[in-house]
Each structure stands twice: as C-alpha cells, then as structure tokens.
T-cell receptor, first 116, second 121 residues
C-alpha cells in the first residue's frame, strides 16, 4: 500500500524567503514521486517528478525536491518565494515497474501563502 | 501545448437532475482518470480507464455514478440522480502509462483538465 503525508496544511512565508513544503511517503515498492501545483480555479500542473534517476530533482519555476529514501521524504523547496508562488501544492506517489498502474495517491495538499 | 479539455466548466442544477461531465484527453494518452475534489476529502480518485476499458471504479458511488469512454477522444462521467453532497470540482486527467514487466515500466505524468465545478441545489 502507498500513502503520502504532507506536513502542514498551510505554510506562510515572506516574499524572498525560503519555501519548504514537506512530504513523507509510504510505499512497499520503489516509488515514483511527484509534486503538483494548483492555482485557483485551475487543474493541477506538474512541478517535478522523481523516477529513480537523480535524487535531486529540478522542476519548473525554480522549485526542486530531494528524494531521501532513508527518511522516506520528498520535500519541495525554492530558495526565494515570489508572490506568484501562492497556490496549493500536492505531493503524490505511484508505483513503477510491475507495480505500475499509473494511479497517483495524493497528499491532502499544502496551501502556500506569500506575504509581501 | 496539448491540453485535457473538460466541459462544462461550471454546472448548477437542482437535486434529482442528471449531470453529464465530458473530458477530451490528450491525443496519444492511453489512460484517463476521474477525480473529485472537495474541501473535506481533498482529491479522490473515482475511476480510471486504460485503452478505453475501465480498470478501477471502486472510488465511485455505484448507485448513481457511471463513467464511460465511448471513444478514445471522449470520456464521460454521469450522475443520476444528483444530490447536494455531489457538489465538488470534478477533474479529468490523462496520461501515457506503460505497465512494467520485470521492472521496466514507465509513465508519462498525468495531465489535468481545469475541472468542472458542480453545484447541486
């Protein structure tokens, strides 16, 4: 079974400050991991994905995430927040290889607020 | 950029009415997913199809919900009769999934439509 826990349903940072959104996963098989962003009244957009290549993954809009197997974590970071980063962020996990169904298991989401 | 297209974007109707939501997946994607998003439950997977065949609809209330793929360019989600508790945003997503053999499977990430915001009065 797979699951995702996002620590903190709301995170508030000042513009220019470091963004850190936490995600821990549980998976009985090697996982694929994803971060998606959702802006108001829109669908989810892929920020980045981990597919067992490099453990540090760079995504769009200056975001990156590091896969740490020992900590079962895949935290999302950005060195300097911009007002346009205010949105809801979702971490997701899926299986791969023989466990690959394409299904994503999503966390509950973290709302990022960026203060001027 | 190729996009997943959902119609209608908004739907308001009275309880008891039939609701049909449509989705045009990205050309070449073999897997279509239906999700429901609410404040209380977050994102829930309702059903998904591969090569137009239903693979899993265990997330869907069977008595009133139905999902179909009449052809490769159209997926539908119907609610009949609708109830106020069905009010939510419904998302369709599509992706290219290559089920693995011997660990060789790989996927393209899911692409989401902008959703149908459904209000049942």
């Amino acid at each position: 079974a797979q699951s995702v826990t996002q620590l903190g349903s709301h995170v508030s940072v000042s513009e220019g400050a470091l963004v850190l959104l936490r995600c821990n996963y549980s998976s009985s098989v090697p996982p694929y991991l994803f971060w998606y962003v959702q802006y108001p009244n829109q669908g989810l957009q892929l920020l980045l994905k981990y597919t067992s290549a490099a453990t540090l993954v760079k995504g769009i809009n200056g975001f990156e995430a590091e896969f740490k197997k020992s900590e079962t974590s895949f935290h999302l970071t950005k060195p300097s927040a911009h007002m346009s980063d205010a949105a809801e962020y979702f971490c997701a996990v899926s299986g791969h290889g023989s466990s690959n169904t394409g299904k994503l298991i999503f966390g509950q989401g973290t709302t990022l607020q960026v203060k001027p | 950029d190729a996009r997943v297209t959902q119609t209608p974007r908004h739907k308001v109707t009275e309880m008891g009415q039939e609701v049909t939501m449509r989705c045009q997946p990205i050309l070449g994607h073999n897997t279509v997913f239906w999700y429901r998003q609410t404040m209380m439950q977050g994102l829930e997977l309702l059903a998904y199809f591969r090569n137009r065949a239903p693979l899993d609809d265990s997330g869907m209330p069977k008595d009133r919900f139905s999902a179909e793929m009449p052809d490769a360019t159209l997926a539908t989600l119907k609610i009949q009769p609708s109830e106020p508790r069905d009010s939510a945003v419904y998302f369709c997503a599509s992706g290219l999934v290559r089920p693995g053999t011997g660990g060789a499977g790989s996927n393209q990430p899911q692409h989401f439509g902008d959703g149908t915001r459904l209000s049942i009065l």
